[in-house]
């Protein structure tokens, strides 16, 4: 799993999430949320237009992030969920109560590479 975390206008934080969001890879995604949560301030949109593939315990990591921005007064908003994910996360209704959309984020350019 390959963890990216932009801050956006606002305040906002993006987390992008690449490769398999599963029982090996949720523990540190977990640790990189509580990061989100104690570094910001702002809302939180996560990117998942790279996840290939979630099991229940990557939905978990989700739900607790969640839970703890709701208790913060701050949202979740998940963008890019497509494939086995997106039926993942509508199968256990996920979907319902996390706002999925289509929203465009600008990522920042990488650092060129010197030689």
């Known amino acids: 799993m390959k963890i990216n975390i ?30 989100v949560l104690t570094e910001g301030g702002g809302d939180v949109v996560v990117d998942l237009s790279g996840v290939t593939f979630m099991d229940s315990s990557g939905a978990g990591a989700l739900v607790f992030l969640h839970k703890r921005l709701v208790g913060l007064k701050r949202t979740l908003e998940l963008i890019g969920v497509t494939g086995q994910p997106h039926d993942l996360l509508a199968l256990l209704r996920i979907t319902n109560v996390i706002p999925v959309n289509q929203r465009v984020v600008v990522r920042p350019e990488p650092p060129e590479e010197r030689a």
């Open 6 to 35: 932009y801050k956006q206008p606002g305040d906002v934080a993006v987390v992008v999430l690449e490769g398999e969001f599963d029982a090996v890879s949720a523990p540190v995604t977990r640790t990189e949320f509580e990061r």
